[in-house]
């Protein structure tokens, strides 16, 4: 799976928008872009995902370059319980049954009150 | 939605001694399930990929011996450590797809303590 470069951490107040960066210059075009979310002593959670053009739904949006080199994760309105560890995956879409996730560092999002 | 549960959600064991950890798909079928392990403030590292009716596949590194994997189940997976010893204390966390969809769903975790 191609490389995913994300910030170590993020601080955001409290109910003000976070936008999340994850850079993906070796992306192929077959790689979707999936985000998914660790809250604290949890496993992790699905987010959202996207191939090329920008998407959203109840939780965040998802704002794709145009080149696909990088994205960035939108919570619009951030909240305490929005704390947590953010991961930007790529997954192939040509190896669709082999579902392996390999997780990076991601980026740890403190908000603030 | 589609719920993966995980029990025990934490167990405490003596050095030397088994501990199977479940992994259930409570609403779908899940043909692929998967094992994580996850030490303090590090990332996420897959361990194996079980698939039902068949064996385990283990990333490199992954003792299959010491870790045994049993997917006798659409809905079930099993994690045994066997003869646990400190150095595997670790958040396990299993997760699970459902056959023709993308999005993998994940367990809330076992927090594993070996003394």
Redesign the interface.
Same mark, same amino acid.
């Given at each position: 799976d191609a490389k995913t470069t994300q910030p170590n951490s993020m601080e955001s107040n409290e109910e003000e928008p976070v936008h999340l960066p994850c850079n993906h210059s070796t992306i192929s075009g077959t790689d979707?872009i999936h985000w998914?979310r660790?809250l604290p002593?949890?496993?992790?959670?699905?987010v959202i995902?996207g191939l090329t053009s920008n998407v959203n739904n109840r939780m965040a949006s998802l704002a794709i370059a145009e080149d696909r080199k990088s994205s960035t994760l939108i919570l619009h309105r951030a909240t305490l319980r929005d704390a947590a560890v953010y991961?930007c995956i790529l997954?192939d879409?040509s190896n @669709? /049954?082999n579902?392996?996730?390999? @997780? /990076?560092? /991601?980026t740890r999002l403190t908000i603030i009150p | 939605g589609a719920v993966?549960s995980?029990h025990p959600s934490w167990v405490i064991c003596k050095s030397g001694t088994s501990v199977k950890i479940e992994c259930r798909s409570l609403d779908f079928q899940a043909t *692929?399930m998967?094992w994580?392990r996850q030490f303090p403030k590090q990332?996420?590292?897959?361990m194996a990929?079980s698939n039902e009716g068949s064996k385990a596949t283990y990333e490199q590194g992954v003792e299959k011996d010491k870790f045994l994997i049993n997917h006798a189940s659409l809905t079930l997976s099993t994690l045994t450590v066997t003869s646990a010893h400190p150095e595997d204390s670790s958040?396990y966390?299993?997760?699970a *797809?459902r056959q023709g969809r993308? *999005?993998?769903?994940? !367990?809330? !975790?076992t927090?594993l303590t070996v003394l």
């Open positions: 979707y998914y660790q002593s949890q496993g992790p959670e699905y995902h991961y997954r879409r @669709f /049954g579902e392996k996730l390999t @997780f /990076g560092t /991601g | 993966v995980q *692929t998967f994580y990332s996420l590292m897959l990929t958040f966390i299993c997760s *797809t993308y *999005t993998q769903y994940f !367990g809330p !975790g927090r």
